[in-house]
């Protein structure tokens, strides 16, 4: 009997079946232990020390799939964990079938988004929920996951929750964008600002397309009139400002002259002093030329050479300048 166990004992050292579990020897034979353990084994005089899936004392090296231990829930590669696998797997874990997130060979059970070859998936639990439409956060931003995969083709304003905060936000590549913009969805254009709709904003927004007076935080495509931001005021069409108008208008009962979409407010004159029904003139203060508000040459007077005046047409000529010889004031 003691020779065979000897026999035996040679046999498995040669195969490199004879496990130390623990610090603790397995006999292959006869352990019927089952799970993940770091085992160690001698072929040739060379010990080497690895966690592997065993069955009963032995590794089993056909086995590719989830397995448990004290320390968590790991995935076998041909019996072994080899600490290098990060993927969305598909297995059971916990009794749950499923897609699983992995990382460094073991399940996280957290709540992220993270790949595998199909995508990228919204990952609760450690597990992918196909079920779920909205916006899931991973170290890289926040995304438009649509049955649990991120929709890379996804552009729109959408109702979410976004780093605890409620509302509609901004959302382009699948990504929400924390930018300050005018975007739209199925409702409208809205001013997005820092990624998210401003509901409380009335004023003028920018995006790539122009600058739109949003009221409200919705763009009003009806509204033609004067608006305002930190660089003056401007005349608007159509709710975006035109910086093609040059001309006057009257709003809100004031009365503007508009250069190149710019507005100020005309000089208050009493009717008849300047013989233009008391709008005043433009003054080029290069070409020493003065012109109507709604002359078209108004738009060629660079910004240093502009100006206005409340005077006289003979005022003006004693002063040195000339009437323009398109509008003739």
Same mark, same amino acid.
């Given at each position: ?159 979410? %929750? ?111 002093? %300047? ?55």
């Amino acid at each position: 009997m003691k020779k065979l166990k000897a026999l035996m004992l040679v046999f498995a050292m040669v195969l490199g079946t004879f496990f130390f579990v623990s610090s603790k020897e397995i006999d292959a034979a006869t352990d019927s232990r089952s799970g993940v353990y770091k085992a160690s084994y001698t072929v040739n005089g060379k010990t080497t020390s690895e966690w592997c899936y065993l069955v009963k004392g032995k590794v089993q090296y056909g086995y590719n799939g989830f397995a448990q231990n004290e320390n968590g829930w790991w995935y076998i590669e041909k019996g072994k964990v080899t600490f290098k696998k990060n993927d969305v797997i598909k297995g059971k874990v916990k009794g749950q079938d499923g897609w699983w997130f992995v990382k460094g060979s073991k399940v996280q059970f957290v709540n992220s988004v993270e790949k595998n070859s199909n995508g990228w998936w919204c990952i609760q639990n450690g597990k992918v929920n196909f079920n779920f439409n909205g916006l899931a956060k991973n170290s890289n931003g926040w995304w438009y996951c649509k049955g649990g995969k991120v929709d890379f083709n996804k552009k729109d304003v959408i109702k979410g %929750t976004v780093n605890g905060t409620d509302g509609w936000w901004y959302v382009s590549g699948g990504k929400v964008q924390f930018v300050n913009s005018v975007e739209k969805n199925s409702n409208g254009w809205w001013c997005i600002q820092n990624g998210k709709v401003n509901f409380s904003f009335t004023g003028l927004a920018k995006n790539s397309n122009g600058y739109w007076y949003c009221k409200g935080g919705k763009v009003d495509f009806g509204f033609n009139g004067i608006a305002s931001n930190e660089y003056g005021s401007w005349y608007c069409r159509g709710g975006k400002v035109d910086f093609s108008y040059n001309g006057n208008i009257t709003f809100n009962g004031v009365k503007y002259n508009v250069v190149n979409g710019k507005a100020s407010k005309a000089a208050t004159i009493s009717t008849g002093s %300047t013989g233009n029904g008391g709008e005043g003139y433009v003054l080029n203060t290069n070409t020493m030329r003065f012109h109507y508000p709604s002359c078209r040459s108004c738009s060629e007077i660079s910004k240093k050479n502009y100006s206005t005046s409340n005077k006289t047409r003979d005022e003006l000529i004693k002063a040195g300048f000339t009437p323009c010889g398109n509008c003739r004031p």
